[in-house]
């Protein structure tokens, strides 16, 4: 799996989640610091185009911001 992680608004978690795992099989989110509302999205290697389509979309509606290491 790969994972990528975001820092996005508390109160857009819950929706980011719901849509992402909507997409069965694509890939899952867990929230991983709920205090500065950072989550993990893990990404199945078959699906990586169509998730980075998404995730793009996702970051432009919800704001959310690529956290790199």
């Known amino acids: 799996m790969?994972?990528?992680y975001f820092q996005i608004d508390r109160k857009h978690i819950v929706t980011v989640q719901w849509i992402i795992e909507g997409?069965?099989?694509?890939?899952?989110v867990s929230t991983m610091d709920?205090?500065?509302a950072v989550i993990r999205v893990a990404i199945?290697?078959?699906y990586v185009d169509?998730?980075?389509r998404l995730l793009e979309?996702?970051?432009s509606r919800y704001g959310m911001k690529e956290l790199f290491d």
Do not use: S, V
């Open 34 to 36: 709920t205090r500065k």
């Open 50 to 52: 169509d998730m980075n």
């Open 57 to 59: 979309y996702l970051r």
């Open 2 to 4: 790969i994972k990528r």
């Open 23 to 28: 997409y069965e099989r694509m890939g899952t």
């Open 44 to 46: 199945m290697p078959d």
